[in-house]
């Protein structure tokens, strides 16, 4: 089975997929060769598409990637799947309310 780097979470039960653990990133170590894929999202990527050390196959998402405008989605592929991949902004616990409501404004 093929390893696959994660960077991120995400529901992989239709997929054959296993995740590898590395102390390096994800994204290394899909660029490396010492995992087979790497699922993250196009930032993370983008240099290392770039430098030709990785190829960008298909997309989660259901429009196409401003960033990447010729890589097509799963479904374009054939794959009837979609995904969402959730992030957020964190802080310390701890950290006083008003600059958590100020942090909150600034990321709208």
């Known amino acids: 089975m093929p390893a696959v780097a994660r960077c991120g979470s995400g529901n992989y039960r239709r997929w054959a997929?296993?995740?590898?653990?590395?102390?390096?990133s994800a994204v290394t170590t899909s660029a490396t060769g010492q995992v087979d894929a790497v699922s993250t999202g196009p930032a993370s990527v983008a240099q290392q598409i770039k430098a030709g050390k990785l190829r960008a196959l298909a997309h989660w998402g259901e429009k196409p990637l401003a960033a990447m405008p010729d890589v097509p989605s799963l479904k374009q592929s054939g794959y009837a799947t979609s995904f969402a991949q959730w992030s957020a902004?964190?802080?310390?616990?701890?950290?006083p309310e008003d600059i958590v409501q100020k942090l909150r404004a600034a990321a709208r």
Do not use: E, P
């Open 17 to 24: 997929l296993s995740n590898a653990a590395f102390s390096a």
């Open 89 to 95: 902004l964190f802080v310390q616990s701890g950290v």
